[in-house]
């Protein structure tokens, strides 16, 4: 197993990240078995002043894809145009369990999320946004 890319992430939140995305990578839309999906951060340097939402500087990839990213390198252009692609119930589901996320470390720039996220769901309770089945 690698060691995660995105410090303070508990191996359950990552198994819901990969359930968020149903098992699809994010960059080649195959299906693949949990243990063969990894998280990707999207470079920080770049990306961190424009977003606080931490769903969007992640990617759920595949291990190959993720190698791709890597050492081509995939630009984090494209890395946001996948983010901006998702669906509004994936975006949703990837924002809530980020969201909720015991916080080991605080980065100086996420000292507001937490409250936020409270705020947000006492308007809107997790799973108002689904439809059946
Ligand atoms: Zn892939
Ligand atoms: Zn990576």
Same mark, same amino acid.
């Given at each position: %197993?690698?060691v !995660?890319? @995105? /410090? *303070? ?6 198994k ?5 995305? &149903? ?7 195959? @299906?693949? +078995?949990? #243990?063969?999906?990894?998280?990707? #951060?999207?470079? $920080?340097?770049? @990306?961190? &002043? %424009?977003?606080?939402?931490? +769903?969007?500087r992640?990617?759920?990839?595949c ?6 990213i ?8 494209? #890395?946001?145009?996948?983010v901006? $692609? ?12 980020? *969201? =909720?996320?015991?916080k080991?470390? !605080?980065? /100086? ?6 409250? %936020? =996220?409270?705020? =947000?769901? =006492?308007?809107f309770?997790?799973? !108002?946004f689904?439809? *059946? *089945?």
């Amino acid at each position: %197993m690698q060691v !995660s890319e @995105y /410090p *303070g992430l508990t191996p359950v939140q990552e198994k819901n990240l990969k359930r968020a995305v &149903e098992g699809n990578c994010e960059l080649c839309h195959e @299906y693949f +078995a949990f #243990q063969f999906l990894e998280i990707h #951060q999207i470079s $920080r340097r770049l @990306y961190r &002043e %424009m977003v606080r939402d931490p +769903a969007a500087r992640i990617l759920v990839v595949c291990q190959l894809c993720h190698q791709h990213i890597h050492r081509l390198p995939v630009r984090v252009k494209d #890395q946001r145009a996948i983010v901006s $692609r998702r669906s509004f119930f994936v975006r949703q589901d990837l924002r809530r369990i980020l *969201g =909720y996320a015991p916080k080991p470390y !605080s980065p /100086p720039d996420d000292t507001d999320m937490s409250q %936020m =996220y409270e705020e =947000y769901f =006492y308007h809107f309770p997790p799973g !108002s946004f689904r439809l *059946g *089945g």
